[in-house]
């Protein structure tokens, strides 16, 4: 894998060839997330065509990674039909280069919207901000109670936001 990296890390000296290679990996993410959250529900092309209004023969052609572009209006019509976040960003080339080599199929799936949030966000799920970043923590109840020694003093930079019960009744 050290090779991959030191090769990509030359190749990307040059410009073109770098942004060349990160648009190829997008299309080809992109056309193998669709196919995957496709599978993962059980939809044929007929199902997802009914269910964005798109023609099952442009999906046959997105899923193949045999498209020059895809709309704003497109991406959110498959977004609402497999019922989850559509999140699009810049990032470096060292975090493409990263997705590139971390790509799997289980990256690719999605959980429904109802699906994710009754499963993330359960009674037992606390909020933590760590350096302005909040991340959800659950299988609270897994976790043994167990006395802090006085001299120790929680880290100043976590912030709970606390369980969503908690937050509403504020």
Not at 20 to 32: C, I, K, Q
Not at 74 to 87: C, E, I, M, Y
Not at 93 to 117: C, M, Y
Request: with cysteine; glycine share 4%.
């Amino acid at each position: 894998m050290k090779e991959f990296f030191n090769q990509l890390r030359n190749d990307f000296s040059d410009k073109e060839y770098a942004h060349d290679y990160m648009e190829s990996h997008a299309v080809s993410r992109l056309a193998a997330q669709i196919y995957t959250l496709r599978k993962q529900r059980g939809w044929s092309q007929e199902d997802l065509a009914e269910r964005t209004g798109i023609a099952q023969e442009r999906i046959s052609k997105i899923e193949s990674a045999n498209f020059d572009s895809l709309t704003m209006k497109s991406l959110k019509r498959f977004s609402r039909a497999f019922d989850v976040n559509l999140h699009i960003s810049f990032e470096s080339f060292s975090e493409g280069i990263i997705d590139v080599a971390n790509l799997n199929r289980e990256q690719l799936e999605v959980k429904p919207r109802v699906e994710d949030i009754s499963s993330c966000f359960t009674e037992n799920t606390i909020f933590i901000n760590r350096g302005g970043e909040w991340k959800a923590i659950n299988h609270l109840s897994v976790i043994k109670h167990t006395q802090v020694p006085q001299h120790v003093k929680p880290m100043p930079t976590w912030q709970s936001l606390g369980s969503p019960q908690e937050r509403l009744a504020k």
